[in-house]
């Protein structure tokens, strides 16, 4: 049957290109129109393949010379030609082969008085068009004089051809030479005038279609430089701004506001960013070289590909990207072979043996303690449980006013009177070991309570014990903390004492103990030590109070149906009304001075602070500002982390801040993600918590570029802005402002030291080290966590010795704040009573490198450190000078591989901007070899696929862990990551990235909600978790361990399964990437310009229900109202079964056309 088919459509079409039998001819072509319905592709496409528009165009050519030409034979064709053409990739090649332009634009010329004929004629003028090549011929030859003449002046007679005529402009306008012939003849201001009559004589939008084919072609030619200026010279701007504003409020008018707006975007003037220098208004200067700053500029060809995460490249080309992807895919077999080599100076390796001190260790002093620290061991261990280790139930994490202290321990079955989940601190003035009064403890609990209760009923008057806060006059008191009062409070000498410092202290006193693991103390002890290179004088709030996780998580964010246009609009409303933009600078780091003290009605800004990152703050209305991120220090790129204070707001207004240099081309900020807030009363009142906050939040491109005056970077770079309004909780309050949960350098310092102080030091080893000195001068922490062995005993002390090594990196690059949530969980976790954490320490020895880059985090860099380097692109050649801390980690890898102790998993803790969940990437060369279609027989390689069992241990008890996110592919362009190098040279098998989202889930028990601190440090519990069970699946232990295990591995497992089967109901699988209400077009540069195909389609369709070819809409007469089927009855039982034809004709439809014949010429 299709064979038949097949052979019966070539016989039509090779017929049809010879035969001059006009009824043949017109048979054919009846039988063509009926084997090819209307808005189906399948057909059309497989006659393509057979030479269907090569025996059209034929057709047409024989057709058209014949004098006089024989329009019953002309217009079918012409239909189909048109069907077929805009189906056909290479069809303007195969007009341009026929020689049939000319023919076609004489046809159009001859039946300029015909507008049925010319509406046909019309159709294939534009398929020609798609191809540039062809339109630019057409161009030459006149054809855009012909459709001008045909759409100007506006008339609303004859709509079909006019339509027809301004699609077929649209089209050829695709074409630069032929958008510069317009601008040329002026055809650009005509078309302008065209569309605002056509704007107001539409009232009631009958003629959408014609508005936007106009839009269409202004947008074509706006993409020639010419074109823009020639749009802006006549008042482009200004009238398509007007015009949009009537068709926001109707959404059947989308076609033209989203085409308007594009334009408007497109043409709104490029401008250099508001500052000086693109560059980081840090600089450092790096030892010995003096060129390493400019050697950095512009360097990175690479530099949108973001470390583990995917390259990101424009959103237009999926095709390309997806194929770029696999092209980075290494393929080279020598090269992924995993072959350990020691790559490293031998004499060089000495120095790390001091690093391992655990392997030599005697452990004399083991059965030696006093009685006293006996009991003070005892009571840390009873009081310093473990938060981040339970799994939250559905029903704490969705609703709002969840305890979580009940909760934890009635999950974990601990004992009751731990209920209250806090590290009560040692008072703050002592840095010693202390003695616990009992009495204090008792307060402590009845106190947390009582906050705990305040919290669930959002009841803030019930918070009466906290209610002794100072009043917050003008949001300055705080700042004392950190002048020269703040001595006060950490070297208490007796003469010092001031006022304010006591009431801080009576603040701290009262609320401080309710944060675990933190100390206002021991952070502003460690904040001082820290060295910048601005040369920090200040502390921010939030990180020197503290944060405690809410009761609950938001669900992402839904985005607002037409969010981006209105901001886009309020935009370009600054070009149209520039007398209303206020235009002042209220925050300049660079010029301290500037910051307009006396400027009523303004925010104040503040961003000089470990972590705190903005630049330069512009107010633009009344209640909007613009923001200008620092880029990297010695680099000028890298904005998208931003951090700072802001204060003086009103109470309920919502304010709206414009980050205007951010970078990446896309952002979670387009998909639910909120950023998050932090406010300084709500703290004082007892809730200290950075919250997901941001209304009307997304992100798009701008009109801002680097200038290659102001030293930008990679030519022609395009901005991003990221916008977001705020509606601040307090009047005169202080508020924070940031792109994720910060974390600084002084936290993971101020919670090592209280980690170390609340360990229990009779069951947990533990040695803080510094690795190396980074190179702005600050101490790089190496840890050693493992279990005390049980005794001196030999058997004791050697199992101690074997333990196989685990090595735990975090943040590398400092805007991943997330990663070191994750280690905060884990480190938690790790020197935590929870008998698991008990059982693990027994079976590894963990290396763990919380911060990798403290500068880059210090200093409030996004990416890179103070070289300007990407640390996780040097590990293939680290420079001791320039990347000490890579150079130190990796020389330390090299020691334990070299005395045979190289880890058996090692994890790098990063941060996703792009992707939802958290997720493993590995290395694998099969996967990679497979991924990469690579002929290799891959039989011959021997692979342990012991990669993939801790991801999927973790996909079970971490819940937002996700298996399906992982990858286990080794790309070119990650050769120098942490990753692949050590998976290569050390050999390690398990050698992962572990990337957690800045935004949410998209499955399991957090699906759809963002992720909270909670949540991150949850993860990195699990993960620990996760190393216990991979220990017992994958390595020798003893029998006595797996009994241990069994046992609380059940119970956890039980956990696991309640949890999860209360949420399995909403944890159906979807897709990736959560659902947005409209489409986003965040990139100017997109081109699509819907579905032409259906498009014409259904304008033929319309055409064929239209029987008197010159009648308009307006005249509608009876036989109109007939639907295009019954006409179609009609002609074929008027027509006379063709007798020349043998053909295989299964269809009678026949020469619909012919009804044509009696319309006047
Ligand atoms: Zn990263």
Known sequence: MAEQEASGLQVLLSTLQTSCDKDVILNILGVLTNLLPLGTSRRIHYMI??????????????????EPPDHSTLLPLLQLLARVGQRDRKFGLKVQKAEATDIILSLARRNLGHYLHLTHCLWVLRVCASNVTTGTTLGINGAMELLFKII????????????????ALAALLKSKSNSRRAVNRGYLGGLLRLYQDWHQNDVSNNYIYIRRGLLLCLKHITNIQQGRETFLGSQGMEILFTTVQDCLSCKN?????????????????????????????????????????????????????????????????????????DYDLETDVNKLRSRPVLDWPEEELGQYEAMCQELSHKFQDLESESEEEKILEDRTESLLSTPSHFIPNATSVKHPGYVWGS??????????????????????????????????????????????????DGDSARSHTLTMHPPLKEGDWYKKIFGPDCEVLINSSPGGRRESSDMVANLLEKHQRNIPFHSPHFYLARAKCVKSIPGYKDVAFPDFWGHQPPPYSKPMLERKYGVQRDKVLDDVRRLIQPGDVIGRTVFDLEKHSDSSPGAPACLKFFSEFESGNLRKAIQVREFEYD?????????????????????????????????INCEKLNSQFNYGMQLVMYSVKEALQGRPRWLRAGQDICYYKNHYCCSAAAGGGPRGKCYYTLTFSIKFPHEDDVCYLAYHYPYTYSSMMSHLDILEQNRNPKKVYWRQQTLCQTLGGNPCPLLTITAMPDSKKSDDLEQFCSRP??????????????????????????????????????????????????????????RCSLSGDDLNRQWLTPNPQLHPTIYHAKGLLHYLRSIGRAPVVFCDYHGHSQKNNVFLYGCSIKETLWQAGCMVDTADITEDVGYRTLPKILDKVAPAFVMNSCSFLVEKSRESTARVVVWKEMGVLRSYTMESTYCGCSHGLYKGLQLGTQELEEMGSKFCLGLLILHLKSFPCSKKLMVQAALLLDLEEEITDRVQRSCSSSSLETDDE????????????????????????????????????????????????????????????????????????????????????????
């Open 253 to 325: 008018l989308d076609p033209i506001t989203n085409t308007a707006i594009q334009i408007l975007r497109k043409c709104y003037p490029k401008e250099p960013l508001p500052v000086e220098t693109e560059g980081s208004c840090y600089s450092f200067p790096l030892p010995g070289n003096s060129n390493a700053e400019s050697s950095h500029e512009g360097s990175e060809g690479d530099y949108e590909s973001d470390g583990e995460e995917e390259s990101e490249k424009d959103l237009d080309s999926e095709d390309v990207e997806s194929k770029e992807e």
């Open 1074 to 1161: 959560p659902p947005c209400v409209e489409e986003i077009d965040y990139n100017t540069d997109s081109c699509s310009d819907g579905d032409g195909d259906l498009e014409l389609d259904q304008e033929i369709q319309e055409c064929l229900s239209w029987v008197e070819g010159d009648v308009e809409d307006e005249g509608a007469t009876t036989e109109q109202t007939c639907s295009s089927k019954a006409l179609r009855g009609l002609y074929i039982s008027s027509q006379p079964a063709s007798s020349s034809t043998a053909l295989p004709l299964r269809s009678a439809a026949l020469g619909l056309y012919s009804g044509f014949k009696s319309s006047p010429a």
């Open 627 to 659: 923001l200008i991120m620092n880029g990297d220090v010695n680099s000028n790129q890298h904005h998208q982390w931003f951090y700072f204070e802001v204060r003086d707001m009103k109470l309920a207004v919502p304010y709206r801040f414009n980050v």
């Open 152 to 167: 100007s002046p506006y008339s609303k007679r004859h709509i079909r051809t006019v339509r027809a005529a301004i699609e």
């Open 805 to 862: 090594y685990v090595f735990l990196m975090a943040r590398v690059h400092p805007g991943e704040s997330n990663a070191s949530w994750v280690m905060k969980g884990t480190l938690e976790f790790l020197v935590s009573k929870d008998p698991i954490a008990d059982l693990l320490r027994k079976c590894f020895i963990f290396k763990i490198i919380p911060m990798l880059n403290p500068d880059g985090v210090i200093n409030g860099n996004h």
């Open 49 to 66: 393949s057979k030479g269907g528009s090569e025996a059209l165009l034929q057709a047409l050519t024989t057709t058209a010379q014949a």
């Open 407 to 456: 909760q934890s321990m009635a999950e974990t079955g601990q004992d009751p009177g731990e209920k209250v989940f806090k590290v009560p601190l040692q008072s703050w003035a002592k840095m010693k070991k202390c003695k616990w009064d009992p009495a204090d403890e008792k307060r402590d609990i009845v106190e947390g309570t009582q906050d705990a209760d305040s919290c669930e």
